[in-house]
Every structure is written in structure tokens, then in C-alpha cells.
């Protein structure tokens, strides 16, 4: 939002400098971009007359011009601008006098002298290309110093607002604000209700209360299309951004940008029976203003009469019924259109208006028929005409509601960490407009209707405490009581997991919570959820595994020429369940990926991509954490992503937890990746619960080891040979896989060498005691696993 400062001084008279207003109004939230003056620096420049106007001799396009200037000599000054002519009053650059980036000189123009320079906007910096010098009212007194004239000593203000302050895009909140700031009063101008002077008026039928719960309009006969807005209107339109066109439209842009109400005008002439405000029906077509044809969307509400639509509510006219310079009937619009029915938009068809700028974020409810009223004023003073009634369709029980809202003083000291005098926060609601009354335990306030961001009690405590200016809140160490954390033993908290990552060689990434459901399908094949209005087509499902978030991160990685990519993240997975809350079940998840080299590079270690056995390590030392790693067991992966010998999944107490292996060739492949790929998923659930130590005595008796070398099938698992020798006695310390032989004598089976540790805490073992347990173990892999001891 740009305005000027003095437009805001006829409001809030004050003597503050622009610098100065814009450092208040931005430490209280109106955060100021940029603060610059509205016109260039020149001198010399003064309100002159045009007496005599005639064609150059030597020339099918220049003037030459007699001007009076107020010093008692008419100046001979040669001009090119079209729009010079005998009777005009305009501004007049002096010999000597200095423009931006020129300084006027007196010299001959095709064999005539000229004493001097009409100017145009452009040339005294106050637009960036004009059509013609600038045209002056006839009542400008001649000789009189542009600057003063036209009170140049301004500057303009660009406020970068946030979305939750729709009301400071106008003047009068802004000048609400700038009261408020000064504890002043606002001087809002005379509004005049314009009785009508005719009875005509055009039928109206609101077709989607919900979206248009009020909708006005008025008539307006006789418009003179020809006439000149007033220099006082064109200069606070151009000083906040807005290019003077013609009476009407100046008039709906003024008190758009004097009241922040969006107003549209139709040529009533074109209009055919009557307006409907409706959603817009499949297959319509509209050309708008811009003479661009957009496609209407059933989504979209629209201004239509008997035969179609006429505009896009709140967006942006239809060229079929906008004024044009033959107009003389206009049919005026003031609206309110419900904020969600405007919002994204004008963004899908491309569009973004000032109209769809203020509607979407809201618009007070209760101004339509004031602006309707100023806009007819002003529109009768300038270009005259003929009003008829204000009529339209109101359903006040759709407008919003605003329920009073309770702020306590002891709440309010808290979070400030200042307790601030009743009366001053009663009188800083109470300019605020919130209507606030007191209660035994604080205030009661109720939001005024231009206010759509106010609406629970923390909202008042900020409302306060920027009126009271934070830097009037010293600053103060915090006190409060220290107390001794309650940390459970048996919880394995997240910073252990982070650490035994980050010592592993992982670093923790954080991706969105949505996904490309390509990349999604790489790793499963459940249906995720979708999203009905995504960023993009690459995020538009929410991710069912974070394998899909790290698999994205990791290829970008590996592009730009990283050789060793180690990533964790440590985050929810989102599951269509219709028994879950909202039918979505989140699950902590804890995942990683690693591409590429084992190691950094180093003159003695040899370079190898990441294996197996790589990823199962660092799985190993997370599963370490909750002290009882030998609880999971490791099955052979059933997962279609992971390669079928190199990819296991996790089970706890039967359930499966998570899967540990390298990506399947063609997943390699439909990831982009051309190396070696490892990952794991884990539940959160099965690693946050630690087993608790039991301590025991360590046996002061010696160990014994036996070694065994079994000939079994190639499909028998190691680990199942080993968990079926543990059972078979508690002093069976430890059974080790020490070595693995395959070769064709043995055809389709494989030698495991197998070494058992056995203790007993009580005594040392005799050789007959661990000869007996040595034959129940050859004795039970034979009868469970069919294999022999290896000759």
C-alpha cells in the first residue's frame, strides 16, 4: 500500500516528518519499505498561461507559444506536446532552471528562439513517461511556484503490509492507526448522503448469499464522460501509485483507496434486464477488460445480467459492459464478497487487481453504502449527472459476527512481562475501537467490523503492547524456579538416536511432509494421501515413508558432485486410516540413506561404494540404544524396493518395524541414481523404549570354545542356526558366525563355521558337560535344519 503524507495530515493533523511517521508506524507493525518523495528536484518552475498558441513554420509537429508568466513579459517558447493550445495553464521551467538530469537554457528550435520549457510530469520526475504537458485548473495563479501550487513538499510511503491488516489498505485505516499512535483524533471529511433525484433503479438477485451476503448498486444518469477530474484527486492517486484515466474511474480508484472498499462501474446501456451475482456455469466464457478471454471455472463467483456474465466478482470487468468514453449511464457496485470466495482466484486466471487484493484478505462489511454515497458526491461534483436510489441485496445474518473477547490483566503481565495501568489499557482499546468494558479480573473488548484478525485474547495482549510501543517494555532476565528434568531411564530420547547418527556420519535433513507421488510409488504401494491445492505436482502427496523425502535430497546431492551422501531424518509418515483422527494415522518414523563412497578419500583406504553391510551397521548401533538389539530379528526382505539378497526386514516381538537394505536395480534406476543406493525406515515406536540393566557377578570360571562347521542348504539362515543353538542351555555365553564356504563340491549347500562359548557362573565346566551339550547342538541342527558336520 502506497499513500502520502499529506493526504494523511487532512486526516490526522500532526507534525511529525515522514521519516519520524514511518519509524512509528513501523515499530507498530506497518513495516515501511520505502519513504521517497513525489516529485523530482527542479526549480525555477512556475504556474504560467499559454495567450497565444500557433504551428511552427518549419515544423508539421511543434508549437510556437506566447506565455505569460506573471513577470509583465509574455515568453516565446517552443513546445511539441499535443495537448498545447491558446487559454491552457501550465507549468513553466525558467531559463536557468534545473530538471532532473537537465538544466534549462534559452535556444533556437529550428530557426525560432524559446525562453524556456513547458513541462510534462515526466520531465519534473513525478511519472515515469507522460502524453502531453501538464494541464493546470484555470483558477492556478499565474506566476505562483509549482511547488508551492501544487504542495510538492511530500513524500510517499510504501507500506509492506501482512495479510491480517486488510484495513490499513486504505487511508482511513491507516489514519485510524496514525490516531491511535499519536492519541490524537482522526478528522474524517464530510461523507454526504446524496438523496436521489430520479427513481430508476436496476434489479438485483444474489444467486450465492454465502459468497456475496451484501450487494449494491445505484444509477447515475448523465455523466459527462469529457470533464476533467480535479487536480487535488489526480495528484493523490498519482502520489499512491494510480494513473489519472477519466472521471468515473478516478472516482471508484479514490475511494477504494480512501475507504479500502473496492467499487466497480458498468455502462449501464449494456447491461441487459437486470444483475445476478452467481457461481459461473460450466463452458462460460468472459472477456475481460484487458481484452484477454478467460474460461470460467465453476468455482468462480461472477456479476452476470440476463444473458451472462459481465465481470469477475471482486476481480476484475468484463469488456462487454466496462465505461468507454461514449458513456453517459453508469450503474455503480459496492459489494462484500466473503474473503474465501475471492481467495486464489484471480491467481488462477492470471489476474491480481487492487480489488482482489483487498477482497481476498477482507473488507469492513458495514462501508459499502458509505462509499457508495462518496463515490455519487464526488462523481455529481465532477462530472455531473443524475442519481437514482441505492438498491441491492442484503442478507445480514451472513455477514460476520464478532463475540466479545475477555482479557485478563494478569494474563496481559505475563506474556509482556510488565503489568501496564488499567486506565492506559482501557484507553488504548478504546481508541483502538474495540468498544472495551471493564470486568473484575480485566477487560471485556469486542472487534470492530474492519478488524478481521482480532479475535482471541492473545490478539488483544499484541494490540496493547504495540499502542504502549515495545520499546517501552524493558528488557528484564527472566526469573523462574530451576527443577531437576524427569528423565525415565527406560526412554531412549531423540538427541541419542541424532548422536548415534551424526557418529555413524550422517547428517540430519528436514524435507516437507508432501512429496512427488512418482517418487512415492518407488517405495510404496499404498495410495497416499492427495492434496486438493498443492504447491506444486512434485509435492502433491503427503509421504507415506520418508524414504521418498531423503531419496529427492540425496539425488540432488549427488548431481552436484558430492561422492559421499549420508542423510537421516528423523519424522511423521501419513497413512490413510479410516479408524484414525481425521482419517489420516501419522507414525514416527526414523529413516536414512547413503550414496555412494564408504569413505572420505584418503591415500591408504581403499575406495568402495557403500554395501549391505554398511547400512546394516548403522542400524545395529541405533537398535544398541535400547540395550537389548538381540529382541529384533532380521528376515530376509520382502519389500519390491530392496534387492532380494541384500535387503532384510525388522521385526519386534513378531511385528515387522522396519526394512535395512540396498534399492533394487530398477528402483536405482527410476531414482536417477547410477551407484549403490543403502536405506532404512525404523518405527519410532520400537526404538524409544530402552531395556533396563540388570547387573550380574562376572564368572570368575573359565570359558570353553568349540568350533563347528555345518553343511546345510544355501537357503537356510545363519541367524536361524544361531538363535536354535542359544536355546539349547543358559550356559551357551555366545554362538559366532566366524566363516562362510561355498564351492561347487559341495553343489547347492554351503559350509557355516560356527564358534560357541560356553560358561557356567557356578563352576568350571568338565569336558563331559560340554561334550554332552556339543552333541545335542550337532544332534539339533541335523533334526531342525537337515545339516551335518563337514568332513
Given at each position: ?30 513495516e ?5 518523495p ?25 508549437h510556437?507559444?506566447?506565455v ?14 499535443p ?12 531559463v536557468?532552471a534545473?530538471?532532473?538530469g537537465?538544466?534549462?537554457?534559452a ?25 502531453g504537458i ?8 499565474i ?9 510538492l ?8 503490509l ?6 490499513c ?24 448522503t446524496?438523496?436521489?433525484s430520479?427513481?430508476?433503479?436496476f ?11 451484501r ?23 498519482r ?22 472498499q ?16 452467481r ?11 484487458s ?7 465453476p ?13 469477475l466478482a ?5 469488456l462487454n459492459s466496462g ?35 483487498r ?15 462518496r ?33 485478563r ?32 479480573d480485566?477487560?471485556?473488548?469486542t ?23 515495545y ?5 528484564r ?24 547418527m ?15 507421488p ?5 517405495f ?17 502427496a ?7 523425502s531423503?531419496?529427492?535430497?540425496a ?70 540404544l ?43 534406476k ?5 551407484q ?5 525406515e525404523?518405527?519410532?515406536s ?12 562376572v ?7 568349540r568350533?563347528?562347521?555345518?553343511v546345510?542348504n ?77 568332513a
Amino acid at each position: 500500500m502506497r499513500f502520502n503524507k499529506k493526504w494523511i495530515d487532512t486526516w490526522v493533523p500532526n507534525t511529525l516528518s515522514a521519516d519520524e511517521l514511518s519509524d512509528m508506524i513501523t515499530m507498530a507493525g506497518l513495516e515501511v519499505d520505502t519513504v521517497f518523495p513525489v516529485c523530482g528536484e527542479f526549480d525555477k518552475v512556475v504556474v504560467g498561461k499559454v495567450v497565444e498558441c500557433f504551428n511552427h513554420p518549419d515544423s508539421d509537429h511543434l508549437h510556437v507559444t506566447k506565455v505569460d508568466v506573471g513577470t509583465g513579459e509574455l515568453l516565446q517558447i517552443v513546445c511539441g506536446a499535443p495537448n498545447c493550445r491558446e487559454g491552457l495553464k501550465v507549468a513553466v521551467s525558467l531559463v536557468g532552471a534545473k530538471l532532473p538530469g537537465i538544466t534549462i537554457k534559452a535556444a533556437k528550435l529550428r530557426g525560432v528562439d524559446s525562453c524556456g520549457m513547458l513541462c510534462s510530469y515526466a520531465e519534473l520526475g513525478m511519472a515515469e513517461e507522460s502524453d502531453g504537458i501538464i494541464e493546470l485548473p484555470d483558477d492556478a495563479p499565474i506566476g505562483m511556484d509549482v511547488h508551492e501550487y501544487m504542495q510538492l513538499d511530500d513524500s510517499a510511503i510504501e507500506v509492506d503490509l501482512t495479510t491480517n491488516r486488510p484495513d490499513c489498505l486504505g487511508i482511513r485505516g491507516l489514519a485510524r492507526e496514525v490516531g491511535v499512535l499519536l492519541n490524537t483524533d482522526v478528522n474524517e471529511p464530510e461523507f454526504k448522503t446524496v438523496p436521489p433525484s430520479c427513481e430508476d433503479i436496476f434489479p438485483v438477485e444474489v444467486k450465492a448469499p454465502e459468497a456475496c451476503p451484501r450487494y449494491l448498486c445505484r444509477i447515475i444518469h448523465g455523466v459527462n464522460q469529457k470533464a476533467k477530474s480535479p487536480l487535488w484527486m489526480t495528484e493523490r492517486l498519482r502520489r499512491c501509485g494510480i494513473r489519472s484515466v477519466s472521471p468515473i474511474v478516478d472516482v471508484t480508484n479514490y475511494v477504494m483507496l480512501e475507504l479500502c472498499q473496492p467499487l466497480h462501474s458498468f455502462d449501464l446501456n449494456n447491461l441487459n434486464e437486470k444483475i445476478i451475482v452467481r457461481m459461473a456455469q460450466e463452458g462460460e466464457k468472459l472477456t475481460l477488460l484487458s481484452g484477454d478471454e478467460v474460461a470460467l471455472k465453476p468455482d468462480t463467483l461472477v456479476i452476470a445480467d440476463a444473458k451472462g456474465p459481465v465481470a469477475l466478482a471482486g476481480i476484475f470487468g468484463g469488456l462487454n459492459s466496462g465505461i468507454n468514453d461514449a458513456t453517459t449511464d453508469v450503474l455503480l457496485e459496492a459489494a462484500f464478497f466473503s474473503p474465501v470466495a475471492i481467495k486464489g482466484r484471480a491467481r488462477e486466471y492470471g489476474l491480481n487487481t487492487d480489488a482482489s487484493h483487498r477482497y481476498e484478505r477482507g473488507v469492513d462489511p458495514f462501508v459499502q453504502r458509505l462509499a457508495m454515497e462518496r463515490a455519487t458526491d464526488l462523481l455529481l461534483q465532477i462530472a455531473g449527472g443524475v442519481a437514482g436510489p441505492i438498491n441491492g441485496v442484503e442478507h445480514e445474518n451472513l455477514l460476520p459476527e464478532y463475540a466479545p473477547i475477555p482479557l485478563r490483566r494478569d494474563r496481559l503481565a505475563k506474556v509482556l512481562g510488565k503489568r501496564i495501568d488499567d486506565d492506559e489499557v482501557f484507553n488504548i482499546l478504546s481508541r483502538l475501537d474495540l468498544n472495551p468494558t471493564k470486568t473484575a479480573d480485566g477487560f471485556t473488548a469486542t472487534s470492530p467490523s474492519f478488524r478481521f484478525d482480532i479475535a482471541i485474547e492473545e490478539d488483544l495482549i499484541e494490540e496493547v503492547a504495540r499502542i504502549h510501543g515495545y520499546n517501552n517494555i524493558e528488557n528484564r532476565l527472566p526469573v523462574s524456579d530451576l527443577y531437576m528434568t524427569h528423565e525415565a531411564e527406560h526412554v531412549v530420547k531423540d538427541r541419542r538416536i541424532r548422536d548415534v547418527m551424526t557418529d555413524n556420519g550422517y547428517l540430519e535433513a528436514i524435507t516437507y511432509s508432501f512429496t512427488d507421488p512418482k517418487v512415492l510409488s518407488v517405495f510404496d504401494d499404498a495410495h497416499p494421501l492427495m492434496l486438493t491445492s498443492p504447491i506444486s505436482s512434485e509435492m502433491s502427496a503427503m509421504r507415506t515413508t520418508l524414504l521418498a523425502s531423503l531419496a529427492v535430497v540425496a539425488k540432488y546431492n549427488v548431481n552436484r558432485q558430492q561422492k559421499r551422501v549420508r542423510l537421516f531424518e528423523n519424522g511423521l509418515r501419513y497413512i490413510i486410516d479410516k479408524d484414525a483422527e481425521n482419517g489420516v494415522r501419522q507414525e514416527a518414523m526414523l529413516a536414512g540413506i547413503c550414496v555412494g563412497d564408504n569413505d572420505d578419500e584418503l591415500w591408504n583406504i581403499k575406495s568402495r561404494q557403500v554395501d549391505f553391510f554398511d547400512i546394516k551397521g548403522t542400524v545395529e548401533a541405533v537398535l544398541s540404544l535400547t540395550a537389548d538389539p538381540k529382541a529384533f530379528k532380521w528376515v530376509r526382505t520382502q519389500s519390491k524396493f530392496l534387492h532380494p539378497g541384500q535387503g532384510a526386514d525388522l521385526y519386534l516381538n513378531g511385528r515387522k518395524v522396519g526394512v535395512v537394505g540396498m534399492l533394487h536395480p530398477l528402483a536405482q534406476k527410476a531414482l536417477g541414481f547410477k551407484q549403490s543406493v543403502g536405506v532404512f525406515e525404523i518405527e519410532k515406536s520400537a526404538i524409544i523404549t530402552r531395556k533396563i540393566p540388570l547387573y550380574a557377578p562376572v564368572s570368575k570360571f573359565p570359558s570353553v570354545r568349540r568350533d563347528f562347521a555345518f553343511v546345510l542348504n544355501k537357503g537356510v539362515e545363519a541367524g536361524s542356526v544361531v538363535d536354535m543353538i542359544k536355546g539349547l542351555s543358559p550356559i551357551i555365553k555366545e554362538v559366532r558366525v566366524f566363516d562362510v564356504f561355498e564351492d561347487a563340491s559341495l553343489g547347492d549347500k554351503r559350509s557355516l563355521a560356527l564358534g560357541v562359548i560356553f560358561q557356567d557362573p557356578d563352576r568350571t565346566l568338565e569336558d563331559s558337560a560340554v561334550e554332552d551339550l556339543a552333541n545335542k547342538i550337532v544332534s539339533g541342527v541335523k533334526q531342525n535344519f537337515d545339516g551335518d558336520l563337514r568332513a
